[in-house]
């Protein structure tokens, strides 16, 4: 079986270890529908929606693994593969077009929609799959909890390649340097993250 992951950053894509055929959507919706196309029209039998997320559960901390059962976006509800092997470890995630970043927000759409994390380019692969006709599955792992709001920088990090503009980050910190604590904390919690993601076990799929 030939799976296609799509990824926000470059940097997830090394995570894969070999797993999947990659396709990099830059961390926004448009980028990761594009992406999601690209490897159904390649042949691919399955879609993963593959990278980091953030909190609306105020009890999921940094760094935990997000395979939900389901995905909801704009009030559809869209079923992960029930046959993807590793299980579920969070019944619900939702998708949005814009980032969540404050912590009114986040609570907001928490008691809204009833999913314990939220990202931007899973609702994308899950439309593409069903479009396709082709089994879905989403491994993330949480960057950003529900109890912090993001700073400025972490809004203006990415481009559409899904690399991280330093000038625009630097630019940022110089403009409010106030925000330098908390730009740390999610660094931390990233890499937290990304050693969730590092660490994850593929599944062997025939």
Avoid: N
């Avoid at 992406?35 to 909190?55: K, N, P, Q, Y």
């Avoid at 939702?94 to 969540?100: D, E, I, K, L, P």
């Avoid at 609702?123 to 529900?146: E, K, M, Q, W």
Wanted: proline share 6%.
């Amino acid at each position: 079986m030939k799976t296609g992951v799509v990824v926000g950053l470059q940097a997830e894509a090394r995570l894969l270890r070999g797993f999947g055929i990659a396709a990099v959507g830059g961390g926004e919706p448009e980028g990761a529908e594009r992406a999601a196309i690209h490897l159904a029209e390649s042949g691919v039998d399955r879609l993963v929606s593959f990278g980091l997320a953030g909190g609306l559960d105020p009890a999921i901390v940094p760094g935990a693994l997000l395979i939900p059962a389901e995905l909801i976006e704009e009030g559809v509800i869209y079923r992960t593969d029930p046959l993807w092997p590793v299980g579920s470890t969070l019944r619900r995630m939702v998708a949005t077009r814009q980032v969540v970043a404050s912590r009114k927000d986040k609570a907001a759409l928490f008691h809204q929609t009833g999913a314990g994390a939220v990202d931007l380019e899973s609702g994308a692969v899950a439309r593409v799959a069903a479009l396709y006709g082709i089994p879905f599955s989403i491994v993330r792992a949480v960057c950003d909890p529900a109890d912090r709001d993001l700073p400025p920088a972490a809004l203006l990090a990415l481009d559409q390649t899904g690399a991280i503009g330093v000038f625009r980050v630097a630019g940022s910190i110089l403009r409010q340097p106030s925000q330098l604590g908390s730009l740390m904390a999610l660094a931390r919690d990233a890499a937290a993250a990304r050693r969730t993601l590092r660490q994850f076990q593929w599944p062997t799929l025939t």
